[in-house]
């Protein structure tokens, strides 16, 4: 069974740091590029970042700098550390599969206070 489970959400304030954590099934972690995805209220769901299998990465322009995607393959982990968050950071976020997309999960809220 395909399962995403995302946690390490939580309430911040501008400038601090959270580190989320999405624990995928072997099936979808291992031969996957990974990404990391966001929502914010009534905006549609975005790409942050990605990661190959090889650990090549890629982010949206508007978080360069501040976040870093890793993975631990050995645990079928994928990381998004979040530094310098900003109060437009704030949106629930996801994990998946690059392409396509299998069944998203519950996904992680951020909230970042001014």
């Known amino acids: 069974q395909v399962q995403l489970v995302e946690s390490g959400g939580g309430l911040v304030q501008a400038g601090g740091s959270l580190r989320l954590s999405c624990a995928a099934s072997r099936s979808i972690f291992s031969i996957n590029t990974m990404a990391w995805y966001r929502q914010a209220p009534g905006k549609e769901r975005e790409l942050v970042a990605s990661?190959?299998?090889?650990?090549?990465?890629n982010y949206v322009d508007s978080v360069k700098g501040r976040f870093t995607i890793s993975r631990d393959n050995a645990k079928n982990t994928v990381y998004l550390q979040m530094n310098s968050l900003k109060p437009e950071d704030t949106a629930v976020y996801y994990c998946?599969?690059?392409?396509?997309?299998?069944?998203w999960g519950q996904g992680t809220q951020v909230t970042v206070s001014s």
């Open positions: 998946n599969r690059r392409s396509p997309w299998v069944a």
């Open positions: 990661i190959t299998t090889g650990g090549s990465t």
